[in-house]
Every structure is written in C-alpha cells, then in structure tokens.
C-alpha cells in the first residue's frame, strides 16, 4: 500500500512540473505586440509664418526590433507613409500661405479652432502572428473645413519577405468566402439601423472587390473599416466590422 502511494505522489508530483513548464510556451498573438518585439518613435512639427501658426502635426508610429530584411523593409514602409500623410497637409499649409499670404488664414470665419493646418498620425502595432504583422493607423487632419477629418487603416505584411499582403491571402478565408463574411456583417449592421445607412449602402459592400477592403488583423479578428462618407453622412460616423 505505501508502495502504492509513493507512486502515485511521484507521477502527481511529475505532472505538476511538466504543467509549469509548459505554460510559458503558449503565447499569444496579442503579447508578440508589446516592447519586446516594437520601439515607438515620435515626430511633431510647428509651422509658423509672419509669427502665426498655420501648421502642426504629431505623430507616433512603431518600428519593429527585428534585424530581419523583411523587418527594415517593413520599418521603412511604415516611416515613409507617415511622413506622407502629414507632409502632404503641410504643403497644402505652404501653398496657400505663399499664393494668399498671412491675410488668407487670418480672414478665415471663425469655424477653425486650435490651427489652420493640422495632421495627427498614430500607428499601432496590432498583429505578430502566423507568419504576419498588422499595423492600425488612426488619423485626423483639419484643413480648412467646418470640421476634421478621421480615417483608419490597415497595414499587412509577411514576416518572412516584408511584403505587403493582399486581403485575398490574408486570412484563412478565401478571397469569395471573406467577401461574403462581410456583406453578411455589414448587412446585420445595416438592418440594426436602416436609417444611418444610405439606401445603397450594401450594394456598395457588394461591388467592392475583396482587395479594396481596409482589414487588419488583431488577435482571432478580422477587423475592416469603412470611413465616414462610405456607407453613412458624416454624422452617422464610420463603420468598423469583425468577423472571427
């Protein structure tokens, strides 16, 4: 009987550990995302005319750690579209500075409010699994308008070449079935509230081809994002989906 016991404290003692040290070993997707695996880098810009200022942007976006080829070619992708995206609204800034002059902006009714000119960029790391790295970037820009303008947008790319991945080989869905699992989506989102949507608002959906789509992926989801004015008024706001 003691010999009995002794074997089974032995095998009960045996499986605790092996249990311990298996826990470590599953990590998940959204854990890959953290400083370990990213470094954030930040760049803010003031553009002052005649003492005024009619131009600023703020930016923050990540760099991967990795030494990879695919990893700088990712970096670099990363860091060249947004200084895209805050230079392009500050040569609207220049432009109509130099063919206005100061009297341009200063004889603006009074709808703007912090600047004349404004870019905020902020990119996320949201994605290290399976062979693949997704990126959210969230903007807002203020040009001039009665109001700002914000959009998302998605980034995927292949860990192992630093390629940008298309929708139709992004997910394990084919290209014809993620199609559906988004008009299927939106439509529940659309029946919910008829009246945010334009009447053709699904049709819209339905003739979008599949890579046209703005997804990301973020831990077992498959997010996509249609801007203000996309399906709905502005007012409605923009509309974000995720199918698992």
Same mark, same amino acid.
């Given at each position: 009987?003691?010999?009995?016991?002794?074997?089974?404290?032995?095998?009960?003692?045996?499986?605790?550990?092996?249990?311990?040290?298996? $826990?470590?070993?599953?990590?998940?997707?959204?854990?890959?995302?953290?400083?370990?695996?990213?470094?954030?880098?930040?760049?803010?810009?003031?553009?002052?005319?005649?003492?005024?200022?009619?131009? =600023?942007? =703020?930016?923050?976006?990540?760099?991967?750690?990795?030494? !990879?080829? +695919?990893?700088?070619?990712?970096?670099?992708?990363?860091?060249?579209?947004?200084?895209?995206?805050?230079?392009?609204?500050?040569?609207?800034?220049?432009?109509?500075?130099?063919?206005? %002059?100061?009297?341009?902006?200063?004889?603006?009714?009074? @709808?703007?409010?912090?600047?004349?000119? $404004?870019?905020? /960029?902020?990119?996320?790391? $949201?994605?290290?699994?399976? %062979?693949?790295?997704?990126?959210?970037?969230?903007?807002?820009?203020?040009?001039?308008?009665?109001?700002?303008?914000? !959009?998302?947008?998605?980034?995927?790319?292949?860990?192992?070449?630093?390629?940008?991945?298309?929708?139709?080989?992004?997910?394990?869905?084919? %290209?014809?079935?993620?199609?559906?699992?988004?008009?299927?989506?939106? =439509?529940?989102?659309?029946? +919910?509230?008829?009246?945010?949507?334009?009447?053709?608002?699904?049709?819209? $959906? =339905?003739?979008?081809?599949?890579?046209?789509?703005?997804?990301?992926?973020?831990?077992?989801?498959?997010? /996509?994002? @249609?801007?203000?004015?996309?399906?709905?008024?502005?007012?409605?706001?923009?509309?974000?989906?995720?199918?698992?």
């Amino acid at each position: 009987m003691k010999k009995l016991l002794s074997i089974i404290l032995t095998l009960t003692m045996l499986f605790s550990v092996a249990t311990v040290l298996a $826990v470590p070993t599953t990590v998940s997707a959204a854990s890959k995302t953290g400083k370990k695996y990213v470094k954030y880098k930040k760049i803010n810009k003031n553009l002052k005319k005649e003492g005024t200022l009619i131009f =600023k942007s =703020k930016a923050k976006y990540p760099q991967l750690k990795s030494k !990879s080829k +695919a990893a700088k070619k990712v970096n670099n992708y990363i860091k060249k579209e947004v200084k895209k995206h805050t230079d392009n609204i500050e040569k609207m800034a220049k432009s109509d500075y130099s063919n206005n %002059g100061l009297s341009f902006f200063k004889n603006l009714s009074s @709808f703007q409010t912090v600047c004349y000119y $404004v870019c905020e /960029v902020d990119v996320k790391f $949201v994605y290290n699994a399976k %062979g693949k790295y997704s990126f959210k970037m969230s903007e807002y820009t203020y040009a001039l308008g009665p109001h700002g303008e914000r !959009s998302v947008k998605g980034y995927n790319f292949s860990k192992k070449t630093g390629k940008k991945i298309s929708n139709s080989k992004l997910t394990k869905y084919s %290209g014809k079935k993620l199609k559906q699992k988004i008009v299927s989506a939106v =439509k529940k989102k659309i029946n +919910a509230n008829p009246q945010n949507y334009y009447n053709d608002a699904l049709q819209i $959906v =339905k003739n979008t081809k599949i890579n046209k789509f703005n997804i990301w992926l973020k831990g077992k989801y498959i997010y /996509v994002y @249609f801007s203000q004015y996309e399906l709905s008024v502005y007012a409605v706001g923009p509309t974000q989906i995720k199918i698992k």
